[in-house]
């Protein structure tokens, strides 16, 4: 109980702003306080060094409403799965078009592009989403297979999620279980060679459970130069988490 009358928060709590959601943190590398926009879950995040600290940090929150409504505002707007509409899979346009039957993906031809199609009612989006995520899954395996053996790492378990915070997740192998790596089914919706770092990502991580220099030499020896695909994700993840939403 708070005898004072002042209100207690912990770190991860979330609290609105003017109806606004904001999220606290707690940062002891943080010198003030301090407040951002994580474009990717969409909402506001006021960081504190300390935890005594995050009453500071709602209350600033709060005063700075407007500009939390500005910059939420200025978020791509929430796109709904419907016939019509164009999305990129693993960089290769597809059409959604409304057609009798199940949900299909039909390949590109000389004149045409990709189309996934399914019946127009209620559950189109549903539909369309289940393709899309086992078009992740069987892509994203093949490609964390790869990756693994080049390890010399037996191939982890593939989960397939609607996460907002990571593209990707990764459980070494260890007590609780063989190796596991997690998801987003949007990663389908960014370019091959975008999905295909994350991949790389995740799996070095089946060697190196953090993020240290031997980590990012694995990632280079797998993928590349990863600088180009973090700034692709930095700057289109807001997008591609709008997608499928609404």
């Not at 899979?89 to 993906?105: D, E, H, I, K, Y």
């Not at 990571?166 to 990663?187: D, T």
Request: hydrophobic content about 45%; proline content about 7%.
């Amino acid at each position: 109980m708070n005898l004072f009358g002042r209100p207690s928060f912990s770190h991860g709590d979330r609290i609105e702003a003017d109806g606004h959601p904001v999220r606290l943190s707690v940062n002891a590398r943080a010198r003030r306080i301090s407040l951002r926009v994580d474009r990717v879950r969409r909402e506001a995040i006021a960081v504190a060094p300390s935890a005594r600290r995050l009453n500071e940090a709602v209350a600033f929150a709060r005063e700075r409403a407007d500009w939390i409504a500005s910059q939420l505002a200025d978020l791509p707007a929430t796109t709904p799965l419907r016939p019509g509409m164009e999305i990129s899979l693993f960089g290769q346009t597809v059409q959604l078009v409304a057609a009798p039957g199940r949900a299909r993906l039909i390949p590109a031809s000389d004149d045409a592009h990709a189309v996934i199609a399914a019946a127009d009612d209620a559950a189109f989006a549903d539909r369309v989403l289940r393709l899309i995520k086992a078009q992740a899954r069987g892509w994203l395996t093949e490609r964390t297979v790869a990756h693994s053996r080049a390890l010399d790492q037996p191939p982890p378990k593939i989960a397939i999620a609607d996460a907002r915070g990571r593209w990707g997740s990764c459980r070494p192998a260890g007590p609780r279980g063989p190796a596991s790596i997690r998801y987003s089914w949007r990663l389908a919706l960014a370019p091959a060679d975008v999905a295909d770092y994350v991949a790389a990502h995740e799996c070095a991580h089946l060697v190196e459970a953090n993020h240290g220099p031997r980590f990012w030499a694995l990632v280079r020896e797998l993928n590349g130069d990863p600088t180009p695909h973090r700034r692709w994700l930095k700057r289109e993840g807001a997008r591609l988490q709008a997608i499928g939403r609404g």
